[in-house]
């Protein structure tokens, strides 16, 4: 079973900011926070992943609270084409990457 | 395009049968995963090869099989088929075991009729 919690859905308008939450209340100080999402039907895309400090990449942000038990992915200007399914995990490395069901960004105009 | 492939993109066949799905990952990666994602289930990791070795399994049933060859291609064998085995089943690659990402290719979409 999955070790996050993320809301089941949410919606962003087009050219706004998308922040998705996560709980990870049961993380160990040597677990990585990981997001990827995964659009209709296609293979899961990595996104970006974290430790400790707030990491950023050409993709999103990736804001990890000073307890680690929560993180936010912030899209800084969501379009249409970043309506997906986003996952986050907590793990000490890649070997068996639980996902959950995730949360169900749908992009309006 | 993530750089891996799996083929074919599509199957169907009967229950009973074998049928043998294809992993070509990333120039360059070690490490090969298998998942599978049904829509009453989500993604569930089967197994996971490194440079060749077995490193990690999941849930895989045991008419499920897998192996990484010398030149990091992968193949899962499933045998038996029952209707429950219709899925998405996905590879990915990435460069080593650790924090490397993992790159997932399109998957392999089978119907077993």
């Known amino acids: 079973d999955a070790k996050t919690t993320q809301p089941t859905s949410m919606d962003c308008a087009e050219g706004r900011a998308a922040n998705l939450p996560c709980n990870h209340s049961t993380i160990s100080g040597n677990e990585y926070v990981y997001w990827y999402r995964q659009i209709h039907s296609q293979g899961p895309q990595y996104i970006i992943h974290?430790?400790?400090n707030n990491e950023t990449n050409e993709m999103a942000s990736l804001i990890i609270t000073e307890d680690r038990k929560s993180s936010t992915l912030i899209l800084p200007h969501a379009t249409l084409r970043d309506t997906a399914v986003y996952y986050c995990?907590?793990?000490?490395?890649?070997?068996?990457?639980?996902f959950g069901t995730g949360t169900r960004l749908q992009v309006f105009p | 395009d993530s750089g891996v492939t799996q083929t074919p993109k599509h199957l169907i066949t009967a229950t009973g049968q074998r049928v043998t799905l294809r992993c070509s990952p990333r120039?360059?990666?070690?490490?090969v995963y298998w998942y599978q994602q049904s829509l009453d289930q989500g993604l569930q990791f089967l197994i996971q090869?490194?440079?060749?070795?077995?490193?990690a399994k999941g849930n895989i049933l045991e008419r499920f099989s897998a192996q990484q060859f010398p030149d990091l291609h992968s193949e899962l064998n499933l045998s038996s088929l029952e209707l429950g085995d219709s899925a998405l089943y996905f590879c990915?690659?990435?460069?080593?075991?650790?924090?490397?990402?993992?790159?997932f290719g399109n998957g392999t979409r089978l119907t077993v009729t």
């Open positions: 990915a690659s990435a460069l080593d075991p650790y924090n490397s990402p993992l790159h």
């Open positions: 120039s360059g990666d070690l490490s």
């Open positions: 090869y490194y440079n060749g070795e077995e490193r």
């Open positions: 995990i907590d793990s000490i490395n890649t070997d068996k990457l639980i």
């Open positions: 974290g430790l400790k």
